[in-house]
């Protein structure tokens, strides 16, 4: 009897276990929080905050190499000068594919869903960022999008990073990867 109560309250375990497991579109999916950090003519090195949703119009099942996508990515962007401190925030529709031989998402900044002005003559610019996925090793159940910014010729752009984390509490101005 006891091998028989203990079976079935294993077999209950797995299965609420396999239940909560997320498929890997819901884990893609997001939501996403993070950085960008690239560096710019006459400003050096500048940071972004970032927030990603993206969507899949597929069930990513391994039968291709690719899957595409399309979502959101909100940036924030904190900027001192004379007047202070401010914080500006741009929210920017992108598309993409993922790759699924080697784990990576292509991301292409299609256009801008709305954005503030930024002071000083600066302007918002549309990009592109490669970014592979992870288990986050350091932290139990989190996942990890690790990569760089690219210019218009897909080539890396120097001295730039993209970190995404499916820790949504992550803030990006308080802690690095």
């Not at 940071?47 to 099942?61: A, H, P, R, S």
């Not at 139990?140 to 820790?167: C, I, M, P, R």
């Amino acid at each position: 009897m006891k091998k028989v109560v203990f079976s079935l309250l294993f077999c209950l375990m797995s299965l609420l276990n396999f239940a909560q497991e997320k498929t890997l579109n819901e884990i893609l999916a997001g939501p996403w929080r993070g950085f960008s950090s690239e560096q710019v003519p006459n400003m050096g090195e500048v940071n972004t905050g970032v927030y990603m949703k993206l969507v899949f119009n597929e069930k990513i099942d391994g039968s291709k190499n690719e899957y595409p996508f399309y979502g959101t990515n909100q940036i924030e962007f904190i900027y001192t000068n004379n007047f202070g401190t401010k914080t500006y925030f741009a929210v920017v529709n992108v598309s993409g594919t993922f790759n699924v031989k080697d784990k990576t998402l292509y991301v292409n900044d299609d256009s801008f869903a709305s954005y503030d002005s930024l002071p000083d003559g600066m302007n918002w610019e549309l990009g592109k960022f490669k970014v592979t996925a992870f288990r986050d090793q350091d932290h139990a159940g989190f996942f990890l999008l690790k990569g760089v910014t690219l210019d218009a010729n897909y080539n890396v752009k120097s001295g730039s990073k993209v970190y995404y984390t499916t820790d949504v509490t992550y803030n990006p101005w308080k802690q690095k990867y």
